[in-house]
């Protein structure tokens, strides 16, 4: 209660209306398993675009497992274009990456490409360019192009001055008017200082062998000019995977410096993300060290002002990433030992938004004779996170090329009422190979769920919608065939003459009928996670009737919307749902030990899965 102390007038504010719930998203979509780039570990990647997907975690060109002895459909990209095309909007994405079997050997730096330029004899610094992930797109290009500025020294002699230079760059001093034989110029590192007695700004020149010298002492008839670096990277194999990088410098002591910009470590994800590659020179060197490594080629050029950019330019090529083994069981479940670097599912744990989760690709057996069980294992692990987790569902991948016994055979082997099964794979004309190729369809109902989730909402059943960029299905099932697969929970994809490829099922892998619907599990899902998150504020409030009322109006109110909206069975509200909660919810016991129950019932939408019209004959002179 506020204090009144003191005559006067008190001015307060006060509600006079609940609280309200606001339903939340159920149509971002998580989806984990093997690329060719990117991170492996810590928060899942958010793309909203098959383009940013690229850009990140590299192309759709296929995957090299084994050292190149098992190549295979790079599945997880290719799901993530199904998934954009076909309406979904936002995808996280948990890169699984598993390192070669070595056989004990160091494999610390496995899959990380590399490339290198090495110096003459009298300058030994060496500096490498290295892929910030694993991955056989960490195969980069990476060119560097030198340029000089105009002169920078200013003032008269014993005072001169640097205009627009930073502390650590590094400089050119040479004849003003181009390099000469006699003279190519020299490259420093500039150290900003104070004078005190002089009040004014010194600055100390640092050789390559840390010589140093002032400002002061350049001659007249020199120019300073700063050396700066273009960085150009490029995958070789995806043109549309290029990032450019202007304006940088090489000494170390530069805040703008090819170390500092490309670090190991640095500030953000996002920064990581956008910088696919790390610099790395040796320990100590300095920037006209690193500047003869690196440029020993094309530094007399440097000056010349018909030199070209190409004749001003070298380029290191990164080589020896691979994509690793075949990701197995193990990965998918993921690893949490580092709260900060989780992988696998354990990574989406902590992403709330996600509503919907898949492993494209996990189901793919090829040639392998053993492929089978830890397909098996790993439909378990996303059953069991989806389940863990509550408001999920996981969207599973019938093995590829299987007839009804096996599709039927490992449906058997599952049961949640957090989970569908569809079948069989879809086929699409790859745009790398030309070719047309089979995907799990799990890529396309991910999307396709999103897209009926905004275009008509979650209590529809995701169903009879067309699956964009289908050119067929491994098997055309019929109607018969059908009959045997539905009623066990295998959701089918079938094609329709004049209506196209079509999903033609909304059953969960659920034994319990109650949750035999995809659309009844989501919408509940749906339901339970609003109330939820649109209730927090009832958490150590007063436990009492007038909590009871303000609880109970808030999630009528919100019902009562669902209702109007028709999400929900009945004629008049109290036929479509009630919420009680009052002394008849909670017992004494309850209230002592801080307990709130409120007891909600909906009478949710279903399917109309079988339409049937019965038709018979009719006479004019029959009676109705």
Not at 68 to 77: E, I, K, M, R, S
Request: charged share 20%; with cysteine; proline share 5%.
């Amino acid at each position: 209660m506020p204090e009144y102390l003191a005559p006067g007038v008190y001015i307060e504010e006060t509600s006079y209306r609940a609280k309200t719930i606001e339903g939340v998203s159920t149509s971002t979509a998580g989806f984990v398993g093997p690329a060719r780039f990117g991170p492996t570990s810590g928060v899942p990647e958010l793309v909203t675009s098959f383009a940013e997907f690229e850009r990140k975690f590299g192309g759709m060109e296929p995957l090299e497992f084994e050292e190149g002895a098992n190549t295979q459909t790079n599945f997880l990209a290719q799901a993530v274009r199904a998934f954009f095309d076909n309406g979904g909007v936002r995808l996280y994405i948990a890169r699984l990456y598993q390192k070669l079997d070595s056989s004990g050997e160091d494999i610390s730096a496995q899959g990380y490409a590399a490339g290198a330029l090495a110096s003459a004899e009298s300058q030994p610094t060496l500096v490498t360019f290295r892929a910030r992930y694993p991955g056989k797109a960490g195969n980069l290009r990476v060119t560097v192009t030198a340029q000089l500025t105009a002169d920078v020294k200013t003032g008269q002699a014993g005072e001169y001055a640097l205009k627009g230079v930073s502390d650590g760059d590094t400089v050119w001093i040479g004849p003003r008017t181009g390099p000469s034989s006699a003279n190519a110029g020299t490259l420093y590192w500039a150290e900003r200082g104070f004078d005190d007695a002089e009040e004014r700004v010194i600055w100390t020149l640092h050789d390559e062998a840390e010589n140093e010298t002032s400002l002061d002492d350049v001659s007249s008839d020199d120019a300073v000019r700063v050396l700066t670096v273009t960085v150009q990277v490029v995958d070789p194999d995806n043109d549309r995977r290029s990032a450019l990088f202007e304006g940088l410098t090489l000494d170390p002591h530069s805040a703008t410096s090819l170390s500092s910009y490309f670090a190991e470590e640095l500030s953000n994800r996002s920064h990581a993300l956008a910088r696919p590659v790390i610099f790395e020179p040796t320990e100590g060197a300095n920037g006209p060290r690193i500047a003869g490594a690196l440029l020993g080629g094309v530094l007399d050029r440097l000056a010349d002002r018909k030199a070209s950019a190409a004749q001003r330019r070298v380029t290191v090529s990164l080589t020896g990433g691979d994509d690793g083994d075949r990701p197995t069981q193990a990965a998918y479940a993921g690893n949490d030992d580092d709260p900060a670097a989780k992988t696998g599912l354990k990574a989406f744990e902590d992403m709330a938004e996600i509503s919907i989760v898949a492993a494209p690709g996990y189901s793919y057996v090829g040639t392998s004779t053993s492929w089978g069980d830890q397909a098996l294992a790993i439909a378990g692990n996303l059953v069991s996170h989806a389940e863990t987790m509550r408001y999920r569902i996981a969207v599973l991948d019938a093995p590829e090329a299987q007839d009804l016994t096996g599709v039927q055979e490992f449906r058997g082997q599952l049961d949640s009422s957090h989970a569908a099964l569809y079948y069989p794979w879809v086929q699409i004309l790859d745009s790398v190979s030309n070719a047309q190729i089979a995907l799990p369809p799990s890529g396309f109902m991910a999307g396709i769920y999103a897209r009926n989730d905004v275009q008509k909402g979650v209590h529809k059943a995701p169903a009879n919608e067309v699956v964009t960029g289908a050119l067929g299905f491994e098997v055309l099932l019929n109607k018969a065939q059908q009959d045997i697969l539905n009623p066990n929970g295998i959701n089918c994809l079938r094609f329709f003459e004049g209506r196209g490829y079509r999903v033609w099922g909304a059953r969960t892998i659920s034994s319990d009928p109650e949750w035999k619907y995809v659309n009844l599990r989501r919408y509940f899902a749906y339901l339970e996670r609003s109330i939820e998150r649109g209730t927090q504020w009832v958490v150590f409030e007063n436990n009492g009737p007038t909590l009871w009322a303000n609880v109970k109006r808030t999630i009528e109110d919100f019902l009562f919307n669902e209702w109007k909206s028709d999400h929900l069975l009945g004629e008049k509200p109290e036929d479509a749902y009630f919420v009680r909660c009052d002394r008849s919810t909670m017992s004494q016991n309850d209230l002592d030990n801080g307990r709130l129950i409120c007891l909600i019932g909906v009478a949710p939408l279903r399917p109309a899965e079988f339409v049937i019209f019965r038709i018979g004959q009719w006479t004019g002179s029959a009676k109705s």
